[in-house]
């Protein structure tokens, strides 16, 4: 027992290291989506280096997989989907490995077994230390980010002027504001400055990029904040809001210019293509390829800026159910989570469905969300892996306590 006990100790000593490295590494991946870095690729270099350290040390903690039913059906999506692959690659399909899903999908899956493993040993003190950290990190790189690049934009023209990954900053700051708005609750008025103005920061970068696919997750995540808040709390918070959105508005000199050039992003309000970014071609484009092998798809398209169909389009009616299985998993979860447990809820579940959903309603918009491009939606897997073993531990303490009173 006291080995046993002994083991436990040193197993989390050894998470509590990795911890912070997690939370340094938050900091080093964000500032990696800063313009100045993005032209150039040593840092995402230095990104995955990080990553595969992480993961490699914390493989050797313990058991090498994390023990968890959750982990496991996962875990049982990804090696369908990987043989899969490897059997549409061996009847023809010779770009499956090179099309966009397949490196995305594998390291989003190495994220979460990294978080999933550390989960069994985490705390809530230690998750709070990984959400501040990225989620600060992202509003002190959006101050430069705004008043060095976004603010002598042109918002009246078509053409989407930040070049430096538009989707990528706007989903790091799409899950700021959510953690910011949603997890952090500040005690003291410095506490109260830093979150406003860091959410006022935060959501002017994002009207600047004109991601609508990130305003939406915004504003349904928003809503599910106003139901968990008490009617007077929800009329100050509230205000809050529309005084920020006012704020943010009066930047933009008028309120025409936000609808016009902001929402719509300048185009035509009247032509449904135009207004979805082309994103009606796009479907309509992928969905004529996929005439051509209805079954196992044509392997790797060119983008199309849906989820589900880029993959039905990529792996056929047949094959891809484990790519979208491997996409909803978690969000199937966050919901189940939600309401199969509303009496023994805690403000992380709430953080990590207000994300699923963020996610979900990006991946109707977006080609690689959940997933990606690179490691952007890092965030929301290793919150995954944390609440699949954290959640467990809880529900089994206030199981005990409500059988002992």
């Known amino acids: 027992m006291d080995i046993d006990n002994k083991n436990n100790e040193n197993s989390a000593n050894k998470c509590r290291i990795i911890i912070y490295f997690i939370a340094l590494l938050c900091i080093i ?33 313990g058991s090498i997989l994390p ?22 690659f061996l009847i023809g399909q010779i770009k499956i490995f090179i099309n966009h899903f397949f490196l995305i999908v594998i390291i989003s899956f190495l994220i979460f077994t990294i978080s ?32 060095f690049y976004l603010r002598s934009y042109d918002l009246s023209s078509i053409i989407y002027q930040y070049r430096y990954g538009k989707n990528e900053m706007a989903i790091l700051i799409m899950c700021s504001i959510i953690i910011i708005g949603l997890y952090f609750k500040p005690i003291k008025k410095y506490q109260v400055i830093i979150k406003y103005t860091s959410l006022l920061m935060l959501m002017l970068d994002i009207m600047y990029l004109r991601c609508r696919s990130a305003m939406l997750g915004i504003l349904i995540c928003f809503i599910l904040y106003i139901k968990h808040l008490k009617i007077n709390t929800c009329i100050k918070y509230i205000s809050l809001v529309i ?12 309120l025409e210019t936000f609808r016009d050039d902001v929402l719509f992003a300048g185009r035509n309000s009247y032509d449904l293509d135009d207004l979805s970014s082309g994103r009606i071609t796009q479907i309509n484009y ?21 989820l589900y169909v880029s993959a039905l389009v990529n792996y056929g009616i047949i094959f891809f159910l484990p790519l979208i299985s491997l996409a909803l998993y978690p969000i199937i979860y966050s919901i189940y989570n939600y309401y199969c447990h509303s009496d023994n809820l805690i403000p992380e579940d709430i953080c990590f469905l207000a994300l699923a959903l963020s996610m979900f309603t990006t991946s109707c918009l977006e080609e690689l969300a959940p997933f990606g491009p690179g490691t952007r939606c890092y965030i929301f897997w290793l919150m995954f892996g944390f609440m699949i073993n954290i959640k467990r531990r809880h529900e089994n303490e206030y199981n005990n306590e409500k059988n002992f009173t």
Request: charged share 10%; proline share 2%.
């Open 286 to 306: 992928g969905l004529t390829l996929l005439k051509e092998n209805l079954l196992i798809g044509i392997g790797n398209s060119r983008t199309i800026d849906c």
């Open 116 to 147: 999933a493993k550390i989960g069994e040993n985490i705390n809530f003190h230690e998750i709070k230390i990984i959400l501040y950290t990225y989620s600060f990190s992202t509003a002190i790189i959006s101050v430069p980010l705004y008043f």
């Open 29 to 61: 991946s964000n500032i990696s989506y800063y313009p100045y870095f993005q032209q150039t690729n040593w840092a995402r270099y230095v990104v995955i280096v990080c990553w595969s350290i992480i993961l490699l040390y914390t493989l050797f903690i």
């Open 243 to 254: 005084l920020i959105i006012i704020i943010v508005i009066s930047q933009l000199n008028k």
């Open 67 to 88: 023990v968890s039913k959750y982990y496991n059906k996962q875990s049982l999506f990804l090696v369908i989907y990987v043989f899969m692959s490897i059997f549409l």
